[in-house]
């Protein structure tokens, strides 16, 4: 009998497995797919010469990530390779706001939009020195975070308090408005809230940004040489080497609870798999306190709270094989892993309106990913491998285009949504469609198949705006990994810090598993 089962293989069920093998636990993975990794995991499925990241490409919290870092997975064989600049956004007009590898070089690029924006850039960057190592403390530890929290709190002090306070919860465009005098800033800000679902006018959407933005200019964007899949590689071999299992095609159907403690899980083939101190579950909070643990284990404002859970916006993604770079009209695109397209700001709020009015967007905000670029090994010489996304209502009541859309995405649906997105690239790089050698669409249905996780296509595991965040994430009162069923943890981005590839939500959940305690706050509700 393991001591834990795991229920899933994502990035965070993984760290949770290594991290309580060091500590000398006996430890299985269930898997539902026939594959580990989650949303981690890249193959050759577009083109046999092409590697193509199936889900997330670029990682710039696990770059900054103490728990990926202690795990030393480079003695696994993982190494990360960085594009030559880091993210570009390019104007109608030909210019391009650049988030280079270094802040003086980013820092020139937006004085070319307005003069001393530069310098305004070099001030978001000297605010991020002071508090940003404990900024990323208290994001990579449970809530609250006493230790990161109390010295945060000192250095926000003396980086202006109150003042600094309100720029954290400041609107994106506010931010960007306040921070530059040209376009350039404001876009590099934006764009990267929009990593999320915060559109320009969400509160402390503008934090989001800065973050994302001093991720990027402190840590790049990189990737994993090889593809995602090989993150998740170095993951299952360092547990197999400690000695854990790993067991894929295997739908987990229910936490087995006795006595008010979870004592192992049952399979949807009719096994049951015993743990004997803990169950952890790397799967969302719809699904652990809706469908895998019976109600009846489970507070009444619980299941009420839950009620009201959001989910982010759903996702719709092309993957491409190119037989040759993307033909931007703005060079410096050309150099960048991640290109942001949108006519500006505004052009951002209108994207972000649309899917707030559940409608399909008529000119879609993309992430387009360009992966040969940040890594040689993705794609012969001279071509490249590449990918985007854009986001959609998770419930459509209609269509801002012209085709149509309803959201049952058969394959019409599909193949209308993927041009649209491909005629939106052609704006800003036209040629583009004919350097298309083939491609694969990754529909919001499609990708919650291939991980349950990702529900209508949600890829942050619920919305990251306030009401969902800190102690309100997964439900309020709720912003620990421990679950109301002793021996039962939450170990996925439903729980904080939410989202991206960084193993806290894991870490916590083992931390947790390892000290045994129940959350008190439950019992109370």
């Not at 890249?42 to 795990?71: E, K, M, T």
């Not at 040209?182 to 876009?187: K, S, T, V």
């Not at 040969?372 to 794609?379: C, K």
Request: glycine share 14%.
């Amino acid at each position: 009998m393991p001591d834990a089962v795991i229920i899933g293989a994502g990035p965070n069920g993984l760290v949770a497995a290594n991290l309580l093998a060091d500590a000398g636990w006996s430890v299985e993975v269930l898997e539902e797919q026939d594959e580990p990794g989650g949303a981690v995991r890249s193959d050759r499925g577009v083109h046999p010469d092409y590697v193509n990241d199936l889900f997330s490409a670029f990682y710039p919290l696990a770059a900054a990530s103490p728990i990926l870092a202690d795990l030393q997975l480079q003695q696994e064989g993982l190494s990360w390779s960085h594009a030559p600049r880091v993210l570009a956004h390019p104007l109608p007009d030909g210019r391009c706001a650049v988030l280079a590898r270094g802040a003086a070089e980013t820092a020139a690029g937006l004085d070319t939009f307005a003069a001393g924006d530069g310098d305004s850039w070099l001030n978001l960057c000297a605010t991020w020195n002071r508090v940003g190592p404990d900024v990323l403390g208290a994001l990579f530890t449970p809530f609250p975070p006493v230790r990161h929290g109390v010295r945060l709190a000192a250095r926000l002090r003396a980086a202006g308090g109150l003042r600094m306070a309100r720029t954290m919860v400041l609107p994106v465009r506010r931010l960007g408005e306040e921070e530059f005098r040209g376009e350039g800033g404001r876009l590099l800000l934006a764009g990267n809230a929009l990593h999320a679902d915060l559109g320009p006018e969400a509160a402390g959407s503008g934090g989001f940004g800065w973050l994302m933005s001093m991720l990027g200019q402190t840590y790049g964007f990189p990737v994993p040489v090889g593809g995602a899949g090989a993150l998740t590689g170095a993951l299952v071999r360092r547990l197999e080497r400690l000695g854990g299992v790993v067991r894929c095609g295997e739908r987990v159907r229910e936490v087995v609870v006795r006595g008010g403690r979870a004592v192992g899980v049952r399979t949807a083939g009719g096994e049951n798999v015993p743990a004997s101190r803990a169950v952890l579950a790397d799967v969302s909070a719809p699904a652990l306190y809706g469908e895998l643990v019976d109600e009846r284990h489970l507070p009444g404002r619980l299941l009420a709270d839950l009620r009201r859970f959001q989910w982010d916006f759903a996702t719709f993604k092309v993957d491409w094989a190119l037989n040759g770079p993307v033909p931007w009209t703005a060079p410096e695109a050309a150099t960048a892993g991640t290109v942001h397209l949108a006519d500006g700001v505004d052009g951002l709020t209108q994207f972000a309106a649309q899917i707030a009015m559940g409608q399909v967007p008529d000119r879609p905000f993309i992430l387009f990913g360009q992966m040969t670029t940040a890594d040689a090994t993705r794609s012969p010489a001279g071509t490249e491998s590449a990918w985007a996304y854009t986001h959609v209502p998770q419930h459509i009541k209609g269509d801002a285009g012209s085709d149509g859309l309803t959201g049952s995405w058969d394959q019409k649906e599909q193949e209308a949504m993927a041009d649209r997105m491909e005629n939106e690239v052609e704006r800003w790089a036209p040629g583009f469609r004919s350097r298309i050698r083939s491609r694969r669409l990754l529909a919001p249905t499609t990708l919650q198949a291939m991980d349950a996780n990702l529900h209508g296509g949600a890829i942050n595991g619920g919305t990251a705006s306030a009401h969902q965040q800190l102690v309100f994430r997964p439900t309020p009162g709720a912003g620990r990994p421990e679950t109301p069923v002793k021996g039962l943890y939450l170990a996925s981005a439903a729980a904080h810090p939410g989202g991206g590839v960084h193993g806290a939500p894991g870490a916590n959940a083992a931390r947790a598993a390892l000290r045994g305690r129940i959350d008190r706050r439950f019992r109370r509700s």
